[in-house]
């Protein structure tokens, strides 16, 4: 099966640095996404890594280690509007099918 | 606005029942992808077609089907609805199935069965 673990919640300051973990276990690992969903509102796509390193995107970074079975998104010089859920999802190979599996979710509050 | 539309936006309905939900991707997209977000179980992936054909599975219960049409807007058929099926549906798509390239969500269709 799947496992995919971040943590419930996190609160972080404006203008500061905020790391979201997630760890995974699976087979097949075909990839990985961080998704943005505020509340009431659709996810937004934010990053997807398949290969070990950081992929930079703006004020957004996502970080991936196959190996480890991590993953964490940075979120650089926060804004209000940087309060959401964060997602982890990964993407596997199964049985002639790939799937994606979420996390939770983070939800993120950031406070002035 | 992402491009990719849903209906109906609410749709209430009777246990036993069956209901189609139909997405629109945007315009140049493959890929159609379904989610159910319900507030005990976050977000789950459903189902994937590229092209009129399926290309991912999660979990998607034996009761729901879907389908990709060759003009590439899709359904998604829920049939003898229980009341756990509440929840808000997405659609999202994308131009090809590599998973490398963005997936645009739709608005959703908020699902309450009684």
């Known amino acids: 099966g799947q496992n995919i673990d971040q943590p419930t919640e996190m609160t972080a300051t404006e203008g500061a640095i905020v790391q979201i973990n997630c760890t995974y276990q699976?087979?097949?690992?075909?990839?990985l996404f961080w998704y943005q969903q505020h509340a009431g509102e659709a996810p937004t796509f934010l990053s997807y890594?398949?290969?070990?390193g950081l992929e930079e995107k703006g004020r957004f970074s996502s970080f991936l280690s196959r190996s480890k079975g991590y993953s964490y998104l940075l979120l650089k010089e926060l804004q209000m509007k940087d309060s959401a859920s964060y997602l982890c999802?990964?993407?596997?190979f199964g049985r002639g099918y790939q799937k994606v599996t979420f996390g939770t979710g983070t939800k993120l509050q950031v406070i002035p | 606005d992402s491009g990719v539309t849903q209906t109906p936006k609410h749709l209430i309905t009777a246990t036993g029942q069956r209901v189609t939900l139909r997405c629109s991707p945007r315009?140049?997209?493959?890929?159609v992808y379904w989610y159910q977000q319900s507030l005990d179980q976050g977000l789950q992936f459903l189902i994937q077609?590229?092209?009129?054909?399926?290309?991912a599975k999660g979990n998607i219960l034996e009761r729901f089907s879907a389908q990709q049409f060759p003009d590439l807007h899709s359904e998604l058929n829920l049939s003898s609805l229980e009341l756990g099926d509440s929840a808000l549906y997405f659609c999202?798509?994308?131009?090809?199935?590599?998973?490398?390239?963005?997936?645009?969500f739709g608005p959703g269709t908020r699902l309450t069965v009684l």
């Open positions: 999202a798509s994308s131009v090809d199935d590599t998973g490398s390239d963005t997936q645009y």
């Open positions: 890594n398949v290969l070990d």
């Open positions: 999802a990964v993407r596997s």
């Open positions: 077609y590229y092209n009129g054909e399926e290309r």
């Open positions: 699976t087979s097949g690992f075909n990839g």
């Open positions: 315009s140049g997209d493959l890929s």
